[in-house]
């Protein structure tokens, strides 16, 4: 399993589906993920921290999950069945005494969750986002052909042809997303 961390959000022209594209930590893999537009809306807010005066829905989950004391340890993008990747928030419940835990209770609470909540989420707390080996083996695309800078990258998203891009992965990723 690998860190990931959100490089760009970019429009596919094509289908007209915004596409979130993932750096992978320690490697020159970046993985696309086709989300809906109210999410990309959400997730571009998350990135360039824009206030709100009142909780949005994001922000009232964070809200609940503190007030009944869990902590969001991780979030992993697991899998991915018909086109769909999967994913999963990993809770920590807070009210576990180390005598519990000792004792065999489990406090790791873990919860079914799209990508695009997961990726909101990790932008909004710092909580790290994780990719597992499989994903990133099967559907992630090396740009080694890129400088590692971040000016590099930034001149390959502003030029993106998302055909060209498409033709990297291997088949066809019409309906890749969550």
Same mark, same amino acid.
């Given at each position: ?12 022209? +094509?289908?007209?589906?915004? +596409? ?18 109210? #999410? ?69 609470? #873990? ?45 390959? +998203? ?21």
């Amino acid at each position: 399993m690998k860190k990931a961390t959100v490089k760009a959000l970019v429009l596919d022209k +094509v289908s007209n589906t915004p +596409v979130v594209l993932l750096g992978i930590e320690n490697t020159k893999k970046i993985l696309p993920i086709w989300i809906g537009a109210c #999410e990309a809306s959400t997730m571009a807010i998350a990135i360039e921290k824009v206030p709100f005066d009142r909780p949005l829905t994001h922000d009232l989950m964070l809200n609940i999950i503190n007030e009944v004391s869990l902590k969001i340890e991780r979030f992993v993008i697991h899998s991915i069945k018909d086109n769909i990747f999967y994913a999963k928030i990993v809770l920590r419940d807070l009210t576990l005494s180390e005598q519990d835990i000792s004792e065999g209770v489990n406090p790791f609470i #873990e919860i079914d969750a799209r990508p695009s909540d997961c990726i909101i989420l990790s932008l909004k707390t710092g909580a790290p986002l994780y990719v597992t080996n499989d994903i990133i083996a099967s559907e992630a695309i090396d740009l080694g052909h890129l400088d590692q800078s971040d000016e590099e990258f930034k001149k390959f +998203v502003e030029n993106l042809d998302i055909n060209e891009f498409r033709k990297l992965l291997d088949g066809d990723t019409s309906g890749y997303g969550e």
